[in-house]
T-cell receptor, first 111, second 112 residues
């Protein structure tokens, strides 16, 4: 079965510090991969998606970047975190089937 | 721009009652619509996926309808159980790339 490993589950970072969130995929090859963010009281918003190694599309302007160094690895980064970067970050994948599968998410608090 | 709205934002029912969750979207040109369940501290679980050409999908006690022309979908959960307590998310996919536009969710509490 298709699974996503995402870590850490929670993270507290000071403003101005760097960020690196990683997710890895098992059970499928060449998946489409996605990073979503859920701010408090709001719906999940698509930040980035990738259809292959090194291919990243950004959906909204922001302080974050994404990279896909390997087929089943997707990384979300920031050089300097802002307070507004706080939220719940979710990595998702889409294999040959149309249904998406999700990681367990990372709750990021920027203080 | 596609906007997805879920009403109500929160719902509390006694065990055994049927649940009705509503989702509306502004652009009827969708590829599919999906319902997810979100538990605290966990990722999303896909419940039902309705293709744009379909009117409904069923899985066990869950039934989801889709009226694309009016921009609405409804998720019915029959004979609710305390284990159904969670946040339910509706999302529409507007192309085949798997990019979803989510509603803010309906938080459901089923009391014993």
């Amino acid at each position: 079965s298709q699974t996503i490993h995402q870590w850490p589950a929670t993270l507290v970072q000071p403003v101005g510090s760097p960020l690196s969130l990683e997710c890895t995929v098992e059970g499928t090859s060449n998946p489409n991969l996605y990073w979503y963010r859920q701010a408090a009281g709001r719906g999940l918003q698509l930040l980035f998606y990738s259809v292959g190694i090194g291919q990243i599309s950004s959906e909204v302007p922001q302080n974050l970047s994404a990279s896909r160094p390997q087929d089943r690895q997707f990384i979300l980064s920031s050089k300097k975190l802002l307070l507004s970067d706080s939220g719940f970050y979710l990595c998702a994948g889409q294999g040959r089937e149309e249904k998406l599968f999700f990681g367990s998410g990372t709750q990021l608090s920027v203080l | 721009k596609q906007e997805v709205t879920q009403i109500p934002a929160a719902l509390s029912v006694p065990e055994g009652e049927n649940l009705v969750l509503n989702c509306s979207f502004t652009d009827s040109a969708i590829y599919n619509l999906q319902w997810f369940r979100q538990d605290p501290g966990k990722g999303l679980t896909s419940l039902l996926l309705i293709q744009s050409s379909q009117r409904e999908q069923t899985s066990g006690r869950l039934n989801a309808s889709l009226d694309k022309s009016s921009g609405r979908s409804t998720l019915y959960i029959a004979a609710s159980q305390p284990g159904d307590s969670a946040t339910y998310l509706c999302a529409v996919e507007t192309d085949s790339w798997g990019k979803l536009q989510f509603g803010a969710g309906t938080q459901v509490v089923v009391t014993p």
